[in-house]
């Protein structure tokens, strides 16, 4: 959502005869996929892969809560945005999930679990935006990445919160089969993805502390 835009104007302005295929990334097995030249790149959280395949990191993924503008239970307890949601709040509150697999736990929880905590995940979905569509209009939180989190709230009536534990940040890297290192074409396409995330800002969002709640639209 945040790269793809930008990325395809860019693409279309500079090589206008190029396509693009993009896919879920629950397609499958990235190492496979590689091989078997099904894709030529993929964008993906740290994952266990062949020898033979390269990969390069694009930016970290630090975690947000995202809620509702007028979620009650907050409200209420008197939490402002920006502002951490209490621990005893976030376990009891329901929480809305991106599940690539229809699982329904994920990093969070992994985290929630080694203190002996565990919260109410009530709502799975597919995608990052269904997750904040879901929040804006119902009682959920959500752990979304932060660049996500921000953008959505630009255009949906959610606030930004701070967890209430340190949530792992997976680091985002581009993967692709060794044998493309030196190949003209491909390299020039990692390089399009590489100067297009640049432009996007991630390296700037190491903590919290500069969130800025947005006005509802």
Same mark, same amino acid.
């Given at each position: ?11 279309? @302005?500079? #090589?206008?005869?190029?396509? %693009? ?13 590689? !091989? ?7 964008? =993906?959280?740290?994952?266990e892969v062949a =020898? ?11 975690? #947000? &809560? ?6 009650? =239970?907050?409200? !209420? ?12 709040? %976030?376990?009891?509150?329901?929480? #809305?999930?991106?599940? &690539? ?8 929880? /992994?985290?929630?679990?080694?203190m002996g905590r ?9 995608? %990052? $935006? @269904? ?7 119902g009682p959920y ?23 209430? &534990? ?15 290192? /030196? =190949? ?17 800002? %991630? ?7 500069? &969130? $800025? ?5």
């Amino acid at each position: 959502m945040l790269l793809m835009p930008p990325f395809a104007a860019r693409i279309a @302005a500079m #090589a206008p005869r190029v396509s %693009f295929r993009f896919l879920d990334s629950a397609v499958g097995d990235v190492s496979r996929l590689l !091989q078997e030249d099904q894709i030529d790149v993929a964008l =993906e959280r740290p994952l266990e892969v062949a =020898e033979w395949v390269s990969s390069v990191p694009l930016f970290g993924s630090p975690f #947000a &809560i995202i809620a509702a503008k007028d979620n009650v =239970e907050l409200r !209420q307890a008197g939490i402002r945005e920006g502002e951490q949601v209490p621990l005893g709040l %976030f376990c009891e509150l329901p929480h #809305a999930l991106r599940s &690539i697999d229809g699982s329904m736990s994920g990093f969070t929880d /992994d985290a929630l679990g080694r203190m002996g905590r565990t919260r109410r995940v009530t709502l799975a979905l597919p995608h %990052f $935006q @269904a997750v904040a569509l879901a929040v804006a209009s119902g009682p959920y939180l959500a752990a979304v990445p932060m660049q996500f989190a921000t953008a959505a709230a630009k255009s949906l009536p959610i606030g930004i919160y701070q967890p209430p &534990i340190s949530i792992p940040s997976p680091a985002v890297r581009m993967y692709w089969h060794a044998r493309r290192d /030196d =190949e003209p074409p491909h390299r020039w396409v990692r390089e399009q993805v590489l100067d297009e995330v640049g432009k996007l800002g %991630f390296k700037d969002w190491d903590s919290m502390a500069d &969130i $800025q709640p947005y006005p509802a639209v």
